[in-house]
């Protein structure tokens, strides 16, 4: 158990609709990182938060937004979904940014687009 | 910009078989280097990782050194077990893209027994 918590583990929705998936780090931890993965794409980098605020963008489309609340906990929106967007959405967590740090992966989100 | 780059899979051995999984990466700046591995059904966990050239990370038997001139880190095991098919991926960390990670593709083991 890595202590990074996401939720829901399943998720079924039709085109069209959106989402929201639920993250909390790792106790202590101020950094917030997302990933997609997906058969075709591998592992690809969202959106990073540190404290609170946006650090990095990666692969993310517009139709996905994300925040991370003050209790550091952070939420990912998927929104007009589409049959493509179905893949395993990681939250990973780590203490800082610092050099050499670790990051610690939750056990991710499956979206299913029907 | 940065990249990681490892072998194609998947990767099929038998039962203490000798593995070589080969990672190699671009960087801009003086990166960390780490090795991750997802079991079936579950995230990515560290699987070991070095910060400095020459530095050898070793975990569970598996080993990998960083070698700055060949800029490479390549995971090894000298004995693999059923236990270890999983998917293992290659990441470093930049500090000079603000200690981005970047992930290779991931390389697919079965161990048969």
């Known amino acids: 158990d890595s202590g990074v918590t996401q939720t829901p583990k399943h998720l079924i929705t039709a085109t069209g609709q959106r989402v929201t998936l639920r993250c909390s780090p790792r106790?202590?931890?101020?950094?917030v990182y997302w990933y997609q993965q997906s058969l075709d794409q591998g592992l690809q980098f969202l959106i990073q938060?540190?404290?609170?605020?946006?650090?990095a963008k990666g692969n993310i489309l517009e139709r996905f937004s994300a925040q991370q609340f003050p209790d550091l906990h952070s939420e990912l929106n998927l929104s007009s979904l589409e049959l493509g967007d179905s893949a395993l959405y990681f939250c990973?967590?780590?203490?800082?940014?610092?050099?050499?740090?670790?990051?610690?992966f939750g056990e991710g989100s499956w979206l299913t687009v029907v | 910009g940065d990249s990681v780059t490892q072998m194609e899979g998947p990767v099929t051995l038998s039962e203490e078989a000798f593995l070589t999984i080969n990672c190699t990466y671009t960087?801009?700046?003086?990166?960390?280097l780490f090795w991750y591995v997802q079991y079936p059904g579950e995230g990515l966990q560290l699987l070991l990782k070095?910060?400095?050239?020459?530095d050898k990370g070793s975990n569970k038997g598996f080993e990998a050194t960083y070698r700055k001139e060949t800029t490479s880190f390549h995971l090894e095991k000298g004995s693999v077990q059923v236990s270890d098919s999983a998917v293992y991926f290659c990441?470093?960390?930049?500090?000079?893209?603000?200690?981005?990670?970047?992930f290779g593709t991931g390389t697919s083991l079965t161990v048969i027994p």
């Open positions: 990973a967590s780590s203490r800082t940014m610092a050099f050499g740090n670790t990051i610690y």
């Open positions: 106790s202590g931890d101020l950094s």
């Open positions: 938060y540190y404290n609170g605020e946006e650090r």
């Open positions: 960087a801009t700046g003086y990166p960390s």
């Open positions: 070095a910060t400095k050239a020459d």
């Open positions: 990441a470093l960390s930049d500090r000079d893209t603000g200690n981005q990670f970047y």
